[in-house]
């Protein structure tokens, strides 16, 4: 099996811009022909092959441009700028989007553990730690090539969908990025849990100390090894997560005092000057220029 057998599957599946179910739970096909630049997004936890064009995200300063030759790994929910710079016509953005059920990965990542297979020292932990980029190998793009051709048969989905999309989760933590990963997934790791649980609950109060008490540890320690896991403190993080799903809603069509509101803010004052001080302008302005979603995945 080879990448070009799925850029031309992907390819005869759809034809127009947009997300597509597969009919796997978390498995979808994309398509976009215009060129986007960064905006606020939030990436859950997901792993995003692109098969014809590029891609781009930025974490902390942190600029990733993939494309074909490497997929990108997100293993917790992550505030970034997303866009597609090069989309055009002439040269559309294909790809998959796999979300990264933390139930599988979890089991995956404790068996392998179980079965001695230890964490291996990441010799790319240099630069954000939120995302990595990944070098496509057989294991990956056979399990990626098994997953989509079950598209073509409802029952075949129906029966082994699961059991193809545990393979495909499989060969990614035996990937290039796997060691990363499985540190977000592998047993106790209480910054993942942390992040998913700020991710679930915006709109509620949150400080350091409340994040620390949640993973068991001091404030000192937890602020360190939260820093060391994406480049953010607590606080960045959280900021940047509420703020970005608030630009994202006012870009949906959300209101800007509801958009506040949903994300945790009880000043719309504050929520403004925050709002204009991380991205140049207003959220009045930020809504008056947006039309819909900005961009794919």
Known sequence: MSKHHILKMIQGRIVEDGLFETGVAGVRL???????????AVYEPCVIAILSGAK?????????????????CCPTSMPVKAGTPTASPDNPLLGVMISLDQRVMNQLALEMENAGSAIRPDAGSAGAQGIRLARWDAA????LMRILQ???????????????????????????????ARRAFGA?????RSIAHVSSNLDA?????????RAHMSRAAFHRKF??????????????MRLNTAAMKIAGGITVNQAAMEVGYVSPSQFSREFKRMYGQSPRQWSDIQTGPQSVA
């Open 205 to 213: 109060p949150v400080s350091i100390d409340d994040m620390a008490a």
């Open 227 to 240: 820093k060391q896991a994406t480049t953010m403190s607590p606080i960045q993080f959280v900021k940047s």
């Open 140 to 143: 990956f793009t056979d399990a």
């Open 56 to 72: 781009e995200a930025v974490l902390d300063g942190e600029r990733y441009i993939y494309d074909e030759s490497r997929y990108m």
């Open 150 to 180: 079950l598209g073509d048969d409802d029952t075949d989905t129906a029966i082994l969908g699961t059991a193809r999309l545990r393979e495909l989760c499989y060969a990614i933590l035996k990937g290039e990025a796997g060691h990363f």
């Open 30 to 40: 994309f398509r976009a022909t215009a060129a986007v630049p960064c905006a606020p």
């Open 188 to 192: 106790g790791n209480a910054i993942a």
